[in-house]
């Protein structure tokens, strides 16, 4: 069992738990890192976890299941997805793997497709890819606006979002839909879009970015958000070193996201400033980017989470066990830090504090892996690892 419990060996705070850089990332250290409980039971009642420990100490519970074995883990904490979308992309897809660099112009052509579905069809479509995400151990789950760009479509898509999950995020500020003038779409933003989206949302984003918005509308959207209620999060430094970085860490974001270039002072910034940087592997897998080398972050001592960004063009992938395998394979992470950062790190992301872990008071959100360790979510990439998924003390 991991439980990332400080009470069973696994530290706090979430950031920064391998000193130097990787010491405590394997074999036994690694242990203490999860906080691995072997021969472990959990038990759970209305919802929560009550206690976790030996099997053979575990108090008296009125129903049991043995799960002969088999790791278990927190619910993964997908902390960026966009799932409110019609419309697919995989002709884009098919031209970037023979040589065509990604560039966010096909944003447009979801949000054509997105204007013209029905609430049912976007309701179906996002629906469809959460229970995906479930099917593949994740129990929370962020969702974005982002591709209606106008204040009814942009209401309308986090309405459907907050069906589904109340980690909701306004990005009417994704890019400036065809037709409009920059200026007035960042005044819309602030003004009216802000007013009908701010009741279905917690959270306020914006691609910072040549080709999309720029520091100065960057930090005017993200203090609107604020100043309506919303916290701030951000698409940052994705296709090239810019300012999202830093101006993250000006408004006090919980998550720089993306941050797939990423300077030293960058690094020094995020760890100051206490921003989780969430690194989106699948999204280089799909864009043939580079990856992001985590070593740099974990030893500049910043809290990294991992998240798939599940969307209809730079990466289409709900997996997160997959993120994780990339996560180690191409960005250095150990099996242990990956995982970490799949779970803690995407609940500190989303400033969570029930959910990343397991041990009395935690939600009882978990996902059971047919194997014997956390480490075959890495060492056997592909491979449909998760049994069962527990979403609030549910199987489901
Ligand atoms: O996180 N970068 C901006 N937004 C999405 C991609 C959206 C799209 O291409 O449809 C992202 O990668
Ligand atoms: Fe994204």
Redo the contacts with the bound molecule.
């Keep these: 069992l991991v439980t990332n419990d400080p009470a069973h060996g696994a530290p706090v705070p979430l950031g920064g738990e391998a000193p130097g850089g990787g010491v405590a990332a394997s074999g036994e250290g690694a242990g203490r890192l999860l906080g691995v409980v072997r021969d472990a039971a959990v038990v759970v009642d209305g919802g929560r976890v009550v206690w976790t420990g030996a099997a053979a100490d575990a108090p008296a519970a009125d129903e049991s299941r043995d799960l002969a074995g088999r790791a278990v883990v927190p619910g993964f904490v997908d902390s ?1 997805a ?1 799932l409110v979308f019609a419309g697919d ?1 995989a002709a884009e897809f098919e031209a970037r793997m023979t040589g065509r660099p ?1 560039t ?1 112009g ?2 447009r052509t ?1 949000v054509a497709a997105t204007r013209a579905a029905s609430d049912d069809e976007l309701r179906t479509g996002a629906r469809r890819l959460v229970d995906e995400m479930r099917r593949q151990g994740t129990t929370t789950v962020e969702i974005k606006s ?2 209606g760009l106008d204040v009814r479509q942009e209401a309308r898509a986090l309405r459907i979002a907050h069906e589904l999950t109340p980690e909701t995020t306004f990005l009417g500020a ?1 890019v400036v839909p065809p037709g409009a003038d920059p200026a007035e779409y960042v005044d819309l933003v602030v003004g009216d879009m802000l007013a009908a989206c701010a009741p279905h949302a917690r959270w306020v984003d914006v ?1 910072c ?1 040549r080709g ?1 918005f720029d520091a100065d509308a960057a930090r005017r959207v993200l203090r609107a958000g604020a100043a309506a209620g919303l916290a701030p999060r951000i ?1 940052a430094n ?1 296709l090239g070193h810019g300012p999202g970085i830093e101006v993250a860490c000006e408004v006090g974001a919980a998550s720089a ?2 941050c797939t270039f990423a300077s030293d002072d960058d690094l020094r910034n995020l760890a100051d400033a206490g921003v989780v940087a969430t690194l ?1 592997p699948s ?1 280089e897998f799909s864009t043939r980017q580079p990856y992001p080398d985590a070593r740099r972050f974990l030893e500049a001592g910043v809290t990294v989470a991992i998240a798939t ?1 599940c ?5 289409f992938s709900s997996s997160m066990p997959f993120a994780l395998a990339l996560a180690v394979r191409e960005m250095r992470m150990s099996p242990a830090e990956a995982l970490r950062a799949a779970t803690s790190g995407g609940a500190a992301a989303l400033r969570r504090d029930d959910v990343g872990w397991l041990g009395a008071g935690s939600r009882a959100d978990l996902a059971v892996l047919d194997a014997p360790s956390y480490l075959h979510l890495a060492y056997r990439p592909g491979v449909p690892l998760v049994r069962e998924t527990m979403l609030g003390g549910t199987w489901v």
């Design positions: 960026h966009h992309r990604y966010a096909g944003i979801t982002g591709y994704h691609f970015e999309a698409h994705q996201d993306h989106l999204i960004d969307n209809p063009g730079s990466g």
